[in-house]
């Protein structure tokens, strides 16, 4: 983030993707200096400028003539955090949160997503972590300030492009492949594409799937299914997978109910960020109803899991994300 304090010339719109590199070279060292944001150059490694060039002479003096850089945050997917930032693998059984001391399994398991779950008052605090011997060695977290509390769990990696995708790919294949509907798979997943497309014209939804129409979309090989996308693809299937589910469940089998009700947690919580799109955080209200529908949705998710861990190709998978 930068802060400015005087008028400044585009000379110095180089400042932000400099500090942005970072992340990615380590022969980079970043030293904040209010009012200026100096960046020195280590030269070990690798010289990052030519020389001879206005860059290169440019190196290691102040820049930006009154704008200073303040580290808001970092963020990232689980396997950035754990390659380049040095930070606990979400694998690992013991300790694998960047922002808390859980573990994969007993009482302080991360998969209880209850609102009184153990590894909730096990978060970390500034002193706490610290003071801990094994914390992140990465540059970054030696500036002024910076903690776990600087990591920001990416949304879209964990969500759309993590629990989502098999989620969302295992419905499909209950839908499809389970007798849900009256048809062969092939023919089912044709009838849930021109479903899927009706719906969309009908809500007007701003970003779509356009070719649905495979089992090879969301069943794999081999693993749980999955379904495949982009990000935006994925935030807006919520609302009409949900209808699909609606329309072809059975209300008096209660795992049916369980993914019914799963599903309106995660539309709810769309609908959430969508209204509130163009402002920095919810309102009080706002965040205490995303909150509790994200861990109903989880809490959901983690039973569903339970009950379809030995079916090989139907069933959720728990991801540590």
Same mark, same amino acid.
């Given at each position: 983030?930068?802060?400015?304090?005087? +008028?400044? !010339?585009?000379?110095?719109?180089?400042?932000?993707?400099?500090?942005? =590199?970072?992340?990615?070279? !380590?022969?980079?060292?970043?030293?904040?200096?209010?009012?200026?944001?100096?960046?020195?150059?280590?030269?070990?490694?690798?010289?990052?400028?030519?020389?001879?060039?206005?860059?290169?002479?440019?190196?290691?003096?102040?820049l930006a003539e009154g704008y200073f850089a303040i580290l808001w945050?970092?963020?990232?997917?689980?396997?950035?955090?754990?390659?380049?930032?040095?930070?606990p693998n979400f694998s690992n059984a013991s300790m694998p949160c960047?922002?808390?001391?859980?573990?994969? +399994?007993?009482?302080?398991?991360?998969?209880?997503? =209850?609102?009184?779950?153990?590894?909730?008052?096990?978060?970390?605090?500034?002193?706490?972590?610290?003071?801990?011997?094994? =914390?992140?060695?990465?540059?970054?977290?030696?500036?002024?300030?910076?903690?776990?509390?600087?990591?920001?769990?990416?949304?879209?990696? !964990?969500?759309?492009?993590? +629990?989502?995708?098999?989620?969302?790919?295992?419905?499909?294949?209950?839908?499809?492949?389970?007798?849900m509907m009256d048809k062969t798979p092939e023919r089912n997943v044709?009838?849930?594409?021109? *479903?899927?497309?009706?719906?969309?014209?009908?809500?007007?939804?701003?970003?779509?799937?356009?070719?649905?129409?495979?089992? +090879?979309? *969301?069943?794999?090989? !081999?693993?749980?299914?999955?379904?495949?996308?982009?990000?935006?693809?994925?935030?807006?299937?919520?609302?009409?997978?949900?209808?699909?589910?609606?329309?072809?469940?059975?209300?008096?089998?209660?795992?049916?109910?369980?993914?019914?009700?799963?599903?309106?947690?995660?539309? *709810?919580?769309?609908?959430?960020?969508?209204?509130?799109?163009?402002?920095?955080? *919810?309102?009080?209200?706002?965040?205490?109803?995303?909150?509790?529908?994200?861990?109903?949705?989880?809490?959901?998710?983690?039973?569903?899991?339970?009950?379809?861990?030995?079916?090989?190709?139907?069933?959720?998978?728990?991801?540590?994300?």
């Amino acid at each position: 983030m930068l802060v400015q304090r005087t +008028t400044v !010339s585009l000379n110095n719109r180089y400042l932000l993707f400099a500090f942005i =590199r970072i992340k990615l070279h !380590s022969s980079l060292v970043v030293y904040i200096k209010a009012p200026y944001f100096t960046l020195l150059c280590q030269w070990q490694l690798v010289s990052r400028f030519k020389k001879g060039t206005e860059d290169y002479h440019r190196a290691g003096t102040p820049l930006a003539e009154g704008y200073f850089a303040i580290l808001w945050s970092i963020i990232g997917d689980l396997d950035y955090f754990v390659a380049i930032l040095g930070l606990p693998n979400f694998s690992n059984a013991s300790m694998p949160c960047a922002l808390c001391r859980t573990s994969l +399994t007993g009482s302080n398991t991360w998969s209880n997503f =209850r609102p009184d779950a153990p590894w909730r008052l096990q978060q970390w605090t500034y002193s706490a972590w610290q003071a801990w011997p094994n =914390r992140c060695q990465n540059p970054l977290f030696t500036l002024p300030g910076v903690s776990a509390f600087s990591i920001c769990l990416d949304y879209m990696h !964990s969500k759309y492009l993590g +629990t989502d995708q098999y989620v969302f790919g295992s419905v499909l294949a209950l839908l499809t492949c389970t007798g849900m509907m009256d048809k062969t798979p092939e023919r089912n997943v044709t009838a849930l594409h021109r *479903f899927f497309q009706d719906f969309y014209r009908r809500d007007n939804t701003p970003v779509r799937y356009r070719y649905l129409n495979r089992l +090879t979309m *969301f069943l794999r090989q !081999s693993g749980r299914p999955k379904l495949r996308g982009k990000a935006a693809e994925l935030r807006y299937f919520g609302k009409p997978l949900l209808a699909a589910w609606e329309k072809w469940m059975n209300c008096r089998i209660s795992v049916h109910v369980d993914i019914q009700l799963l599903l309106k947690m995660n539309v *709810f919580m769309e609908n959430l960020l969508s209204e509130f799109r163009d402002e920095i955080c *919810f309102p009080p209200d706002q965040a205490v109803a995303f909150e509790e529908a994200c861990s109903t949705m989880l809490t959901l998710h983690g039973k569903l899991a339970v009950h379809f861990a030995d079916q090989e190709y139907l069933g959720y998978k728990l991801k540590g994300q």
